[in-house]
T-cell receptor, first 111, second 114 residues
Framework: RKEVEQDPGPFNVPEGATVAFNCTYS??????FFWYRQDCRKEPKLLMS???SGNEDGRFTAQLNRASQYISLLIRDSKLSDSATYLC????????????FGAGTRLFVKA | EPEVTQTPSHQVTQMGQEVILRCVPI?????FYWYRQILGQKVEFLVS????????KSEIFDDQFSVERPDGSNFTLKIRSTKLEDSAMYFC????????????FGEGSRLTVL
């Protein structure tokens, strides 16, 4: 299994749709997980942190399944402005503060 | 809002030349990083830096790369002899503490090697 693996997409959804992305990770010792958003040719920006079973922030919900080693990101009521690449990020827990980025899932929200 | 700043935003260089990319992390942060993103590809970890030394580096970070924080403010990435395949966006990031987990990224320095 890759260290962090994501479905690359792209996901093409209409405005108002609900869309979910999954991310699997290989290091069972990982304790914290993150979803970042990256717009085209821009820097990644933190969207959500996940430390326990899940986290919710408005239209965004992140869930963690430790047994299956995956985290998910659910976006409800998609907006045009949600179009971006969503990056799953997991600390490597190698003692050197390395963090590993998934390849990202591209989302296109259309009017 | 505090931010990570990077210079230059874009640099074009000839193969074999030395390049220095500069970053000013958020002032009270403790952990500093360089990442690389080749166009259309994933964000790749290069190196992490803590307590004035490298804490971890990836296989990409070979002898051609070096980092330093010479004055307690700037955090630099040097590529001694650039190759065509070094063309990428280089992101600097800083982390306040391991508990927070949030990496703050600069806007990136785009390096084009001709």
């Amino acid at each position: 299994r890759k260290e962090v693996e994501q479905d690359p997409g792209p996901f093409n959804v209409p405005e108002g749709a609900t869309v979910a992305f999954n991310c699997t990770y290989s290091n069972s010792a990982s304790q914290s997980f993150f979803w970042y958003r990256q717009d085209c040719r821009k820097e990644p920006k933190l969207l959500m942190s996940v430390y326990s079973s899940g986290n919710e922030d408005g239209r965004f919900t992140a869930q963690l399944n430790r047994a299956s080693q995956y985290i998910s990101l659910l976006i409800r009521d998609s907006k045009l402005s949600d179009s971006a690449t969503y990056l799953c990020v997991v600390p490597a827990n190698t003692g050197g503060f390395k963090t590993i980025f998934g390849a990202g899932t591209r989302l296109f929200v259309k009017a | 809002e505090p931010e990570v700043t990077q210079t230059p935003s874009h640099q074009v260089t000839q193969m074999g030349q030395e390049v220095i990319l500069r970053c000013v992390p958020i002032s009270n942060h403790l952990y500093f990083y360089w990442y690389r993103q080749i166009l259309g590809q994933k964000v790749e970890f290069l190196v992490s830096f803590y307590n004035n030394e490298i804490s971890e580096k990836s296989e990409i970070f070979d002898d051609q790369f070096s980092v330093e924080r010479p004055d307690g403010s700037n955090f630099t990435l040097k590529i001694r002899s650039t190759k065509l395949e070094d063309s990428a966006m280089y992101f600097c990031a800083s982390l306040g503490g391991r508990a927070s987990g949030e990496l703050f990224f600069g806007e990136g320095s785009r390096l084009t090697v001709l």
